[in-house]
Structures are given as C-alpha cells and as structure tokens.
C-alpha cells in the first residue's frame, strides 16, 4: 500500500533552524524529520513512498538521490576511474520512492490530485504530513477504515496543552495543577489518514484547493469521513520550542516514534 507525503508547503518558519530549508528536512536528531516520518511507516512495512514536493524540494529530492552517501561511511578514489566504494549497510534497501513536483503554490488538496497517477489501480492508501510524528498502531487504523468502509478516516488525536491547567473549588483555591497536560476534551486532526481512491472525487483541478477545507466538509456532509481516536502520543512540529521537545526525547531516549 502507497503512503503520500504532503511535504511541499512553505509552512511555518522555525526561527534559527528552518531558513534554507523546507520544514519537512528539519533535523531531528540528526535526520530530517520526515525521514523519522518514513521510517515509522516503514516499521509497518508500508515502504512505497510518495512525496509531495514543492517548496525548496530539490533539497528533499538531493537527500534521497544522495541517501547512500548520507547514511552510510565510504571510500572514494578520485581520477580518471572515479569510485565510490560504500561500508557497513542500512535498512531501508527496499523503500521505494516516488519525488513528485506538484507545484511551488500548489495547497494540499491540488497536491493530493496530482499525484493520483501514483496510485494506480490501488483502492485504499495513506496520507499524512511530513513534520508531525506518532507512535499511532497504523495496522489498527487500516483495519478501522476497513471496517467503517468510509472513504476518508483521520486521526484525531488530543493536542498537546501549551500551558498549565489549573483546577480550582468554589473558593478559589487549586485543587489541582498539570504541567501542560495533554487536553482533555476535543480531538483535532493528526493527520495519518487512509483513504479510499473516491478521494480524488471530492479534489478539482484548482492548485488553491485546500484538503483539510472543501473536500472535508464535502466528506462530513456526505458521511465518509471517519474518525480514528488516538490517545497516546502524537507532536507536530509547528514551533521553535516543538523542535526542542522532539528533539529532547530524542536524547534522553524517550521518543515514542522510535520503534524501530
């Protein structure tokens, strides 16, 4: 099954880390994180990429083209018979990617419609963001899409709380306090979708069509939008401060993505 990437938009620019560079080729721990992104995917087996570029994508197409060189040590003999000669190995020799230009102002629902090409004959496939991560059961959100025969399923996750949460009595005084708990009413979007190919029934040919706008309230109209709740951990990283925090539990060796 294809997993789509929407990795093309200017998105917002992290302060101090993202100027030359699209957010999806942000660092995390070394790697950009959306190959953390393509790696969680890939523990599931789902290896067939397809990455939607725009926005500076020549740097994301350079990674891949350059993957070899990027991950693994070599010896290189310069002169007339130049030769690369690659040590040790990595585990990603059986990812397929699919770098696709779908257009420098293109919005994610145009891009989403330019890549159907991509898809083929195929009846379902996946769709997320390439700057958000999750230790979400992806084998349990496809069985739930199966099951509910919607043609649209989102995660909808419990966004992490930006600020404290006091809990006070009738006479002022706290009874409780959480440290930027995780919310706990509402759901909003963590991306990770699995879509049935009527997708492309609900995206015209505008480059201005916005995916989470038009076709999803289409979709919510039409009742063929599901929801698959997810508790547990889910971080995008819109913000100075989410780089720091993904890449803090990248250190300390908490990172709830990193299951490989």
Not at 65 to 72: F, K, P
Not at 141 to 147: D, G, K, R, S
Not at 163 to 191: C, H, W, Y
């Amino acid at each position: 099954m294809k997993t789509v990437i929407l990795c093309g938009g200017y998105g917002t620019r992290i302060r101090d880390v993202s100027d030359d560079i699209p957010k999806p080729m942000i660092s995390i721990g070394g790697l950009p994180i959306l190959w953390h992104v393509m790696k969680y995917y890939s523990s599931y087996k789902f290896k067939d990429f397809i990455l939607c570029l725009g926005y500076k994508g020549h740097s994301i197409k350079h990674f891949f083209l350059n993957y070899e060189a990027y991950t693994r040590d070599c010896t290189v003999t310069l002169g007339r018979n130049t030769s690369i000669e690659f040590h040790i190995s990595h585990q990603e020799t059986d990812w397929r990617i699919t770098l696709a230009e779908t257009g420098l102002e293109t919005m994610t629902g145009g891009r989403i419609r330019k890549i159907k090409k991509y898809i083929e004959n195929d009846e379902n496939f996946l769709l997320t963001y390439g700057d958000g991560v999750s230790n979400v059961d992806l084998h349990a959100l496809l069985a739930f899409h199966q099951n509910h025969g919607r043609i649209l399923t989102v995660t909808g996750v419990r966004p992490p709380g930006r600020f404290g949460e006091l809990m006070a009595d009738k006479q002022g005084l706290v009874t409780e306090f959480n440290e930027k708990p995780q919310a706990t009413e509402g759901r909003i979007s963590g991306g990770f979708f699995v879509c049935r190919r009527e997708l492309f029934d609900y995206l015209d040919d505008r480059d201005n069509l916005v995916f989470e706008q038009e076709p999803m309230k289409a979709l919510v109209h039409d009742r063929q939008l599901a929801v698959y709740k997810h508790d547990d951990f889910w971080q995008c990283m819109d913000t100075y401060r989410d780089w720091q925090l993904l890449n803090k539990l990248l250190e300390q060796e908490q990172a709830p993505w990193l299951i490989w």
